[in-house]
């Protein structure tokens, strides 16, 4: 049986218990404030987002910049604190727990984050920043963690004397096996991976993407992967959520979302993929015409539609639903008639 999508507080039977699930999450920010300190008006970077990533897979998150992809991951680590929802972590509702209670689960959920320079302290060096989470967890000895630390930094592809060293004094590329290694120094079983690769040069994408799928064989790890790169996406995950002004609007398999997509968002972003062959299946989508629509205004119906060659008036005064085109595949598009999910 395929694993569940969520709308609502509906959940159908699953075979496999995923390791995270996100239940109608919506994250808000205010915008606009009465007297008296109520919101009057808000951002909803996130509405109604739900998917869950099974142990041991990666699950990539797409979408053009502004559409709330890495609001969501943020949320999931609770690095955000939400305005609705539930965040499931092997069960238990993350939402409802303090920062105390969180604790252990912060060990378990690491992140990567898209700048390394701005994510590392300039004032520690290597060791220090590696071993911070050790310190932080209180499960190793001073010799330990600095044993530990050496073999991190050999897993992630530097030397042991680039300990010693700051920041500043390695390339981009360098910067971003640090945050990896101090990334999986807790042993943790999630990682959020923020655009980890957007900021690298297209040499070393490749290596840091093949380095994160290796960590993951070998240490049993779960990824969030979130990107632009369309194509660096459908290389690491398993499978893809494509998300448009904070809503999820396409969920499949990796390849049978680039095979057979179904919502004309993706269709679009696929056709926005430079390849080196004008007879390549992506040349038949079109491409996006005009400007995102602002996340302030929405008056109800599908947000795509104003980008949408095939908007009718239907979508006008509906907002789609994701429902089943595929076996384990979801679109929200009226174009596709059926029960939804």
């Known amino acids: 049986m395929d694993n569940p999508i969520w709308t609502g507080d509906e959940q159908t039977t699953r ?3 995923s390791l995270i699930e996100v239940r109608g999450l919506k994250k808000y ?16 970077a996130v509405d109604d987002v739900s998917f869950h990533i099974d142990r041991g897979e990666t699950f990539g998150l797409v979408g053009e910049s502004g559409c709330g992809k890495s609001t969501t991951g943020r949320s999931v680590v609770r690095l955000y604190d939400i305005t609705s929802g539930e965040i499931r972590y092997n069960g238990v509702d993350l939402t409802a727990l303090n920062e105390k209670q969180m604790r252990p689960y912060r060990q378990k959920m690491q992140a990567i984050f ?12 290597v060791l220090q920043l590696i071993s911070e989470p050790m310190e932080i967890a209180r499960d190793y000895s001073r010799a330990d963690r600095r044993d530990r630390v050496m073999e991190l930094l050999e897993k992630v592809g530097l030397k042991r004397d680039h300990a010693n060293r700051y920041p500043h004094e390695f390339s981009g590329g360098q910067r971003q096996r640090i945050s990896i290694a101090r990334s999986i120094a807790s042993n943790p079983e999630f990682v959020l991976c923020d655009e980890p690769i957007s900021a690298l040069d297209v040499s070393v994408q490749a290596q840091v993407v093949n380095m994160l799928e290796d960590l993951q064989d070998e240490l049993g790890l779960t990824y969030l992967f979130i990107s632009h790169d ?16 904070g809503r999820l609007v396409e969920i499949a398999s990796s390849e049978e979302l680039y095979a057979h997509p179904a919502h004309p968002y993706t269709q679009a972003l696929l056709a926005a993929i430079p390849v080196p062959d004008p007879k390549s299946i992506f040349a038949a ?8 629509p602002s996340l302030l205004e929405s008056d109800g119906g599908c947000r795509f539609r104003s980008r949408c060659p095939f908007a009718s008036q239907r979508c006008a005064e509906e907002e789609p639903e994701l429902q089943l085109v595929a076996s384990g595949h979801y679109s929200a598009c009226h174009l596709h008639d059926g029960p939804g999910v």
Do not use: C, W
């Not at 920010?29 to 909803?44: D, Q, Y």
């Not at 898209?114 to 060096?125: E, F, I, R, V």
């Not at 660096?232 to 002004?245: A, F, K, N, P």
């Open 15 to 17: 075979s496999n218990p």
């Open 230 to 245: 369309l194509s660096m996406v459908r290389h690491i995950s398993d499978r893809i959520g494509v998300m448009y002004l």
């Open 29 to 44: 920010f205010p915008i606009e404030k009465s007297l008296l300190g109520k919101t009057t008006r808000a951002l909803k």
């Open 285 to 292: 989508y079109r491409l996006l015409q005009g400007e995102l």
């Open 114 to 125: 898209q700048d390394p320079y701005s994510s590392l302290n300039p004032g520690m060096n």
